[in-house]
Nanobody
Framework: QVQLVESGGGLVQAGGSLRLSCAASGRTGSIYAMGWFRQAPGKEREFVSGIGWSDTNTLYADSVKGRFTLSRDNAKNTVYLHMNSLKPEDTAVYYC?????????????????WGQGTQVTVSS
């Protein structure tokens, strides 16, 4: 089992920044990749970014490229989503996910464990 706990969400004005954290515990040695997804009210969950757990492979959705940066600290079993130049359309619940298979993927169906989510609200 892998447990994931997100933190760092909140309310920010458009153009502002936030940093989300996702701390993993349990069988972290089984993790091959981590991903961030988001879900706005009435919309499907969508991929934001993903990173290999032990390599530099990183993937971003086109909507966040150049604004969001994903990093990890393996010593702390934590991944960070640095979000800059936030827009109202970034408003959503952000979820962290862990994948137990090789490769970073953009489909939520490819991830095995999920955190509880953290709300990000960007005001205009």
């Amino acid at each position: 089992q892998v447990q994931l706990v997100e933190s760092g969400g909140g309310l920010v004005q458009a153009g502002g920044s936030l940093r989300l954290s996702c701390a993993a515990s349990g069988r972290t040695g089984s993790i091959y990749a981590m991903g961030w997804f988001r879900q706005a009210p009435g919309k499907e969950r969508e991929f934001v970014s993903g990173i290999g757990w032990s390599d530099t492979n990183t993937l971003y959705a086109d909507s966040v490229k150049g604004r969001f940066t994903l990093s990890r600290d393996n010593a702390k079993n934590t991944v960070y989503l640095h979000m800059n130049s936030l827009k109202p359309e970034d408003t959503a619940v952000y979820y962290c996910a862990a994948r137990l298979w090789v490769g970073v993927r953009s489909s939520p169906n490819e991830y095995d464990y999920w955190g509880q989510g953290t709300q990000v609200t960007v005001s205009s």
